[in-house]
């Protein structure tokens, strides 16, 4: 396949200067919101390079998109240097306090009640992403801090309009802009919720962003936005008492530690795909679905294959379910507890994995397996698997600079709103991260359980954001990544499939109805809710998968394919002519910005 590019209906173009070199290509940026977008495109306009853009994106997103990503969160950057060839990751997920227990997420035998737990200070882990940019931009950008959170603080200062995604996650809150009075002050100023064009400003956060930008990280991760940030996670729900305050300590932020990860390689059809290793499950779940799947002729619609197809949909649903069962058994922070990559990943493996899928009739509820026969450092035996709710929001955006240096980030605060706690005084928002951890303890020695997402001390509770980068004979071709929880990964796994076995553009890709499962007993979720997402899944189809015993479509005859899933941003970069090129997602208010080349052309200095 090749991926072929055609312009974007929402490509905006940013002429930084009429005279174009021909042989430097675009900076590219691809945002879910165009204000943040800008911000990365300003920097590169200004001869940053993609690191020090993503620095801009991700600041300005906690302002303009508070509600997904901000320093109070942590998240998974994607890194490419073009000069190098090199991929790694800069891991900023929250850790959990040292105080953190197996047992704190149960009361008296029982799982905290989630609503309860999410949104008291118990739920917020240490967080990572002031520090993640931080080291990304002192390894790798080129531009100060204090110049890439500019944008950010005009926009926190200056106000922004409220666009139709935010005044919908105020509107359906879940009670969570609400429960604290900071959160309440700003997105429901008199106790009225912020609507669509209202103008925003946000000036404790303009402040606490100056005051990062003047003294550096150590400002939020020692001194007064510390003892605030610990004062502010004790708060609790009343409901659950002193069981629910936070167990974050001053000495958990001041040693909150950036890890810098090779990333996870997998082969797929002859492309080759870089993605996130644990504490994500993006990269090792994406990898395994797709090499259950490669066995079957995905593009093949004469052979009863083909996109939408009720052979590949199961196909797919099968897989999927497979992958998440081990996932729920096998995958959490292999800083704290040994994860069988290599068995999960193994040819023999995979092969006694994918020979379970029926491209006729539907598994019973699959279990996860035992990879440790192929993974000769490890020893257990598999189990039944757990799974826990997982939440829907997030954000991603990707970005190619004029050199090719690439950045691929997901971040996120966990829930919409996080924990719904603002820390006072200082306008943003702190995560509800722990509560991505197994509420209740699974290990268990006798069953052979590593107990691989329990809740543990400075432990990572496991992820699914998956930044991913997709190369070709050794050349990254597009770098993507969703929001999504743990539907992350098949909105990652749609779009390959959709580019390597359905050859469509990316932004057809992008824009394409996506199919997901992740939990082992189903139920399947399918889009078709919005005109774009095509071609749509037809009735016919959904009735076939029906009568497979695929349970989520709702009643025979009707269009069970409604839902909306992830929000994928994609940079890509077409060897055949050097250019690169964006695609963004409409699934928010995704925005592609072209940067052209100055006419001096430094060298980039990676
Ligand atoms: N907490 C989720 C994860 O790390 C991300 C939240 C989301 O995407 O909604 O996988």
Redesign the pocket.
Known sequence: MSIRLRSLRWLVLYLVSSSVLAAAPDGVVAVSHPAAAAAGARTLAQGGNAIDAAAAVQFALNVVEPQSSGIGGGGFMLIHLAKTGETLIVDSREQAPAAATADMFASEGLAMPFPLASTSGLAVGVPGTLRGVDTALRRWGTMKLAATMAPAIELAERGFRVNHFMAEDIAHDGGRTQLQPETAATFRPGGVPLAEGDWLVQRDLAKTLKLIAARGPDAFYRGPIAHAIVKAQQRTRNEIGAAGQGRMTLSDLAHYQVAVRQPLIGHYRGWTLAGMPPP?SGGLTTIQILKLLERFPLGNAAQGYGFGSPKTMHVMIEAMRLAFADRAVWIGDAAAVPVPQTGLLHPGYLASRSALINPDNRMLTPQAGNPLPWDTSLAARPHASRTHR?????THFSIVDRWGNIVSYTS?I??TWGSGITVPGYGFLLNN?LT?FNFMPSADAAEGNPGANDVAAAKRPR???APTLLMKNGKPVAAFGS????T?INSVLNVILNLIDHGMTPQQAIDAPRLSVTHATGPVSCEGGARFMQPRFSVATQNALRNQGHTGLGEAGTDGCRQTIGSVQAIVMDIATGTHNGAADLRREGAVIRVKPALALPDSRL
């Open positions: 994500s997982e939440s829907l929001h997030t996120t966990e829930n991260e991505d992820s699914s954001m929001p999504g929880g743990a992350i």
